[in-house]
Nanobody, 125 residues
Framework: QVQLVESGGGLVQAGGSLRLSCVVSGRSFSSYAMGWFRQAPGKEREFVARISWSDSSTRYADSVKGRFTISRDNAKNTVYLQMNSLKPEDTAVYRC??????????????????WGKGTLVTVSS
């Protein structure tokens, strides 16, 4: 059973920064594409960022492009989300997810089979 555990959330003022981490259990992390998603109260879940398994290429939602950076450390089975210039509208529960299919070039949510429980990010104005 693959488990994902997020950390790093908290309360931050607008304009501040946070770095989220997601540790993935098991030996296959390097073959997973990884993603970050978020869900604000009363809203649908939305895609934030994705990083491929093959060449660590990345893609971002327009709302976070230029402010957030996704990265991975295969030696530590960890994916990160560096969030800068945070805005109150970034307030949400952030969840990481893993895609074990090995297929790149599909939609941002493609293949996301394993999910963490999430970490809350609150940005005050």
């Amino acid at each position: 059973q693959v488990q994902l555990v997020e950390s790093g959330g908290g309360l931050v003022q607008a304009g501040g920064s946070l770095r989220l981490s997601c540790v993935v259990s098991g030996r296959s992390f390097s073959s997973y594409a990884m993603g970050w998603f978020r869900q604000a109260p009363g809203k649908e879940r939305e895609f934030v960022a994705r990083i491929s398994w093959s060449d660590s290429s990345t893609r971002y939602a327009d709302s976070v492009k230029g402010r957030f950076t996704i990265s991975r450390d295969n030696a530590k089975n960890t994916v990160y989300l560096q969030m800068n210039s945070l805005k109150p509208e970034d307030t949400a529960v952030y969840r990481c997810a893993a895609d074990p299919t090995g297929i790149d070039g599909m939609g941002p949510e493609y293949g996301m089979r394993y999910w963490g429980k999430g970490t809350l990010v609150t940005v005050s104005s």
